[in-house]
């Protein structure tokens, strides 16, 4: 009772704990129940003043956190859709984008709390609550797409070449999906269970997302091209500004690093868990009732546990008094209820050997209640327990328990099967009562816990803790990005901004004073994965146009947007009343702020530096006669640095079977999400067969894929095979052996020409490894410099020279000049680049193949050979190669080439139509002989 008198305290202790929140529910319902019946008795007595009854305590704190948690990320989620979306409409003047935005977010979201909650995981209010930040992240791959799509109509393209152009794009949407959600789930090494489940949670919904941004991104964009397009924002004032002041822009960032890096160092940080708990009214009446009733704060809780009792409470007897020879320390010990027996009989002694008979007690009694004028009866009660005072009859665990005690007595004693648990309540009010309790803890046996000590453990563990999840975090994307750019440079290029923006942050922080929590400081890993986003795209995009101020002026606007969008949907945290999701919302917003200050400015000014192996700020010129590679020549955005690095390393290491699976997998993911290039193989294969239905030829597709997945495992794993397992790949009978034999006698090489058809990668192996020939490959880069780049590597290693097309304009004399050397050259004939072609027939339509084989052959009088490769099954494959063509040098030179390339697409043609599921054209074909045709520019 408090001091006044007005206030009473009733502590019950519920049967199961408040995280049980079925239970809680049940109990409030209960507590709500008496409340209304105890108030309607007061009502009825008059004489009573009006009685107030409320109740306090974890399972009322548990029901509130939850309802409030429930009720916030249902606001956050809300609030932020509501803020992004019209930004997205302003901006860009898009209702595509803002029914679509936040349509892979919502979805990730909803999948992985489903399948969370379908294992039984449980999460926090703290993860809960902080899922809408999830939208501030998942919106920003859309956009990114989004406006590269509206930059390729802007540039020109048709619709469906829009949306094949998203490949690199994809790519980098991919890698900054994967590197945020890499540092969510470093989050779960980190031994803290709230942030552990925050990182599984956004981690796991930012994979999804990931995947369903490139699914759902290009499969809802128009098939039709617009009348009118409307070009996304380009910034190339602001682009131009920055290459002006490249100079005053790096020396200011690196002075401000300089200043708020020292800043930094003052920066607090408060590990406790009492900053991470609710702002609740239940919260606040149990600090109050604290305070009213002098309830203790700092509670130290020494256990002990064996499985003797007696002796259990003999031990805790000699600790009482130890712990009282520190002054002033208050003490509630289970051997002050329950003696050891030893105490009991002593004290029993004492009694017996000091009060007389019972008789003579009560007529003591008597007479002195009458001198008191109390009535004869009044201790009758007292009376009849005494002969039981009196003997000493020993107090007992299970008689406290029967005597409706176990409530009080489970406080000190709990018993475990056939173990016993003592627990002893130290309460000091005094620094040097801490002092005095901790030396006596470290000088016994003892354990000693408590909030406190929590506390300081929480503190001890942080930077550690901290350092591992930062480890974890920087590793994963440290090695997501090395593994797409192939370069260093441009992977610590990408990571500027946000090393920068951290250290800012930290010193804009330390500056203002604010004190940070668990959750503040570990969402600053998150944001290495966050913040590189910007990094990866601007770099990407540098790369891919090869032109950083172009990049610059593009990805700006995109940066711009996403960091506000970023911003939105991890702002709206700010105004929560749970105090771990407040933090978090406040440090997001000053670190977004400075990463996009660092993406926005910095990085474009070091990348328009012009420094050695760093991105130029001036595009490669188009010399005169070259023609820059199309696009279109591959299966859309499937065949880039990321993906074929992936497949390269993965095929090396794992069985074929399970290659073949993944492939086949893959295959069909592509034939059900790139229905332009289905229709593009439909039309391809309508000469073979005029009389089938466009859906059956589209079903043609699938396996078409699939043979191409097949072709190249085998090629991948050929690579690394033995010269056994190598010489059993290839089904080389006796007169082609001779041919190529013949071929290199005579000295003056051979032209070894192929189409889009068969495995012709693999030619390389049968040449280099089996025929033991030299062999130069005439090829045009990749529209990837990774696949470029992977591609020229394989070659090398097997011995295979490359002279790439774009790379010279005197291309027709180095393939002359490796002819006179008796090498063999190999060209892929059945594409033509701008005016090298000739015209000839195949499969009964009129097309243009390459002019520089025959053209090579009648310069030199080298022989042509059309050569293929044929799958037989897995990793065997039959070598087809024609009779020698010879150029006939006696006809007009364009009549004679006419002729021999014309041999050439009646060989492939006569392999096209034994095996149409071997033709590789995943573009529109026979429209692409149109000198008007788009799909390829």
Request: contains cysteine.
């Amino acid at each position: 009772m408090t001091e006044d008198g007005r206030q009473r305290l009733v502590v019950v202790r519920p049967s199961q704990p408040p995280y049980d929140t079925t239970f809680s529910h049940t109990l409030f319902d209960r507590l709500g129940q008496i409340r209304a019946q105890t108030a309607a008795a007061a009502e009825r007595d008059d004489e009573q003043p009006p009685l107030d009854v409320q109740f306090a305590g974890g399972h009322r704190i548990a029901l509130e956190v939850e309802a409030l948690v429930r009720r916030e990320s249902l606001l956050n989620g809300a609030v932020s859709l509501a803020l992004i979306l019209p930004l997205l409409l302003m901006v860009f003047r898009s209702p595509w984008l803002v029914a679509i935005g936040a349509l892979p977010s919502a979805i990730s979201l909803l999948v992985v709390l489903g399948v969370l909650g379908f294992v039984g995981v449980t999460l926090s209010a703290a993860a809960t609550g902080a899922a809408a930040m999830l939208f501030g992240l998942g919106v920003d791959g859309v956009v990114l797409l989004y406006v590269a799509h509206r930059l390729s109509l802007a540039e020109g393209a048709d619709a469906e070449g829009a949306i094949r152009d998203l490949g690199g794009p994809a790519t980098s949407m991919l890698l900054g999906m994967w590197t945020t959600a890499a540092t969510f789930l470093g989050l779960v090494v980190v031994d803290f269970p709230s942030l552990e489940q925050l990182g599984l949670l956004i981690g796991a919904s930012m994979l999804v997302c990931g995947a369903l941004t490139l699914a759902v991104v290009p499969a809802s964009l128009p098939r039709h091209t617009p009348a009118r397009v409307v070009p996304p924002p380009v910034l190339s004032s602001f682009a131009t500004a920055v290459a002006r002041r490249r100079r005053w822009i790096l020396g200011g960032a690196g002075l401000a690093t300089i200043v708020l890096a020292w800043s930094s160092m003052g920066l607090r940080i408060n590990p406790t868990l009492e900053r991470l708990r609710a702002v609740t009214p239940g919260a606040a009446l149990q600090s109050e009732i604290a305070g009213a009733f002098r309830l203790p704060t700092d509670v130290y809780v020494v256990l002990a546990q064996g499985a003797d009792l007696e002796a259990l409470l003999r031990a805790n007897e000699e600790l009482v008094e130890n712990l009282r020879s520190i002054d002033g320390l208050t003490v509630r010990a289970p051997s002050m209820l329950l003696p050891s027996r030893r105490t009991q009989e002593a004290r029993a002694a004492r009694i017996r050997a000091s009060v007389p008979s019972v008789s003579a007690v009560k007529a003591s009694l008597a007479a002195a209640s009458a001198r008191a004028g109390f009535r004869p009866d009044s201790f009758g009660a007292f009376e009849a327990r005494l002969p039981g005072l009196v003997s000493g009859d020993p107090l007992t665990w299970q008689g406290l328990v029967d005597r409706g005690l176990g409530s009080l007595v489970a406080r000190s004693i709990a018993r475990t099967g056939d173990r016993w648990v003592l627990a002893t309540y130290a309460l000091p009010t005094t620094a040097s009562q801490v002092n005095g309790l901790e030396k006596f803890a470290e000088s016994s046996s003892v354990v000693l816990t408590g909030m406190p000590l929590v506390n300081d453990e929480l503190g001890a563990r942080f930077l550690p803790q901290f350092v591992l999840g930062l480890a974890t975090g920087t590793v994963a994307v440290l090695l997501l990005i090395v593994a797409t750019f192939r370069s260093w440079r441009l992977s610590l290029l990408a990571l500027v901004p946000t090393a920068l923006a951290l250290v800012w942050a930290a010193g804009l922080l330390a500056w203002a004073g604010v004190e940070l929590d668990l959750f503040a400081v570990f969402a600053v890993v998150t944001f290495i994965g966050i913040g590189v986003d910007y990094g990866v795209h601007l770099v990407y995009r540098t790369r891919e146009r090869g032109d950083a101020h172009r990049a610059t002026a593009e990805m700006v606007p995109v940066i711009l947007v996403a960091g506000t969008i970023t911003l939105l949907g991890y702002g709206t945290l700010v105004t929560s009343s749970y105090p771990p999701l407040q933090s978090i919302g406040l440090v997001s917003a000053v670190t977004i702020v400075t990463l996009v200050a660092a993406s926005a400015l910095v990085l474009p000014a070091v990348l328009m530096t012009p420094a050695r192996g760093a991105p130029s700020s001036v595009p490669r010129r188009t010399l005169p006669g070259e023609r820059r590679t199309p696009r279109r020549w591959t299966l859309h955005g499937l065949n880039n640095g990321l993906i074929f690095g992936l497949t390269v390393r993965g095929v090396r290491i794992l069985p074929r079977a399970f290659s073949y699976g993944l492939g086949h997998l893959g295959a069909w993911i592509a034939w059900r999400l790139m229905p332009g290039t289905n229709a593009a193989v439909a039309h391809n294969l309508r000469p073979l067969y005029p009389d089938r239905s466009e859906g059956a030829l589209r079903a043609q597709a699938l396996k078409t894929y699939r043979n191409y997945t097949r072709d190249t495992v085998d090629f991948l794993r050929a690579l690394s095979a033995s010269d056994a397992e190598v010489a059993g790949t290839f089904a080389l009978v006796a007169e082609s052996a001779r041919l190529f034999d013949d071929l290199m006698a005579r000295g003056r090489g051979a032209i070894l020409v192929t189409g889009h058809y068969g495995n012709w990668e693999i030619g390389g192996i049968l040449m280099s490894r089996v025929a033991h020939l030299p062999l130069t490959v005439v090829a045009m880069a990749e529209s990837d410099p990774e696949v470029n780049r992977l591609r020229h590597d394989i070659r090398r290693r097997l011995g295979v020279d490359t002279l790439e097309v774009r790379q010279a304009l005197d291309t027709a004399l180095h393939i002359r000049r490796l002819l006179g050397e008796g090498r063999f050259v190999a060209l892929l004939i059945d594409r033509h680049l701008g005016k090298d072609r000739v015209l000839v027939r195949f499969l009964g339509r009129p097309v243009w193949f390459l002019r520089t084989p025959a053209l090579m052959g009648y310069l030199t009088g080298a022989p042509l050979v059309a050569c293929f490769l044929e799958r037989q099954g897995a990793g065997r494959f039959t070598a087809v190669p024609s009779a020698p063509i010879e150029v006939d040098r006696t006809l007009p030179r364009d009549e004679a080439i006419a002729a021999a390339t014309q041999k050439i697409a009646e060989a492939l043609e006569a392999r096209v139509r034994t095996r149409p599921d071997l033709w590789y054209q995943f573009y529109r074909y026979w429209d692409a002989q149109r000198d008007d045709y788009e799909g390829l520019a």
